[in-house]
């Protein structure tokens, strides 16, 4: 069954680059035609450069409710909003964008509460985990907070950007009480290693970490979407370790930002959590 596109139909995009593996559109696609939503949404691939002439466009669409934004636009964008939601504000980037009625954008992020949920719904809690995140760009934020938020016993951030990792580490632990600290990309001694970097979406990149390094039976959490399973997934696997790809992050950062544009969504049955996660770092508005 295929959406009917009408005169009266609400536009919602995702803007990035590249796009070629996002499932934003096709899952809020079903979702509007699940709840017979009279909108659509449709990629707009849009390069770093032209980014800000993609912002004088869409201002200009009278019909835009929605704005999902990904790499690499998730922190430069947050200079084109209106204003902040308190998640955007901490993390200082932000995923989704809600086009008010009256023309104001309202920026949030969703990445790491997604991420923690995501990691919930598939049996790996976070909660008094050593916890070992690669990469402290716009993803990477957002979950640091939320990670060490949601109870993680000890936070351990690499990003190739040495000052980049520290200035977070420092952030989240001033923010959550979490003993959180910067450090190398060695995975061995953590209980949970997270890739938020994008290595794994071309197929000749590096690992981000060295998989004979990881210690069997830890788990290991990569947000890339695909390929399912990605290399380090693989790798971890036949490392004797408990895996989870992108798919469990993708659609609780998905309930979360649908929530905010005004739609009621969710996974399989799955319900949000009321834990201290969701009344501490993401405050109502």
């Known amino acids: ?15 990035g680059d590249p796009l070629t593996t996002a499932k934003s559109p096709e899952l809020l696609n079903r979702l509007f035609i699940e709840q017979r939503a009279d909108a659509v949404c449709v ?14 466009g869409a201002r200009a669409l009278g019909n835009l409710s929605g704005v999902l934004v990904t790499m690499p636009h998730k922190q430069r964008m947050l200079s084109f909003v209106d204003e902040l ?10 995923n989704v964008i809600r086009c008010d009625k009256d023309g104001r954008w309202v920026g949030a992020i ?3 509460l997604g991420c923690v949920l995501g990691m919930q719904w598939e049996g790996n809690d976070p909660v008094n985990k050593s916890v070992l995140l690669v990469g402290a760009g716009g993803a990477g934020r957002a979950i640091a ?24 580490a420092t952030s989240v632990a001033a923010a959550t009480g979490c003993t959180t600290n910067s450090g190398s990309a060695d995975p061995c001694g953590f209980e949970i290693v997270i890739n938020a970097t994008p290595l794994g979406m071309r197929t ?31 790798a971890a696997d036949a490392r004797g370790c408990r895996t989870q790809g992108g798919r469990p992050m993708h659609e609780g950062q998905a309930l979360h930002a649908l929530r905010f544009l005004g739609f009621d969504y969710r996974p399989d049955g799955k ?10 770092l993401w405050p109502s508005e």
């Open 110 to 112: 969703f990445d790491g």
């Open 204 to 234: 000749h990149d590096p690992l981000p970490v060295n998989p004979e390094r990881l210690d069997p039976g830890s788990i290991v959490v990569d947000i890339i979407n695909a390929p399912e399973p990605t290399p380090l997934c693989r």
């Open 145 to 168: 907070f939320a990670v060490a938020s949601a109870g993680a016993r000890a936070l351990t951030i690499f990003d190739i950007d040495e000052r980049r990792a520290d200035e977070l």
């Open 271 to 280: 319900s949000l959590p009321n834990g201290p996660e969701t009344t501490q």
């Open 1 to 15: 069954m295929m959406a009917q596109i009408t005169g009266s139909t609400r536009l919602y995009g995702l803007v």
């Open 85 to 94: 939601h308190p998640t955007a504000r901490q993390v200082g980037a932000l």
């Open 43 to 56: 990629p707009f691939a849009v390069k770093d450069d032209d980014l800000p002439a993609f912002v004088t």
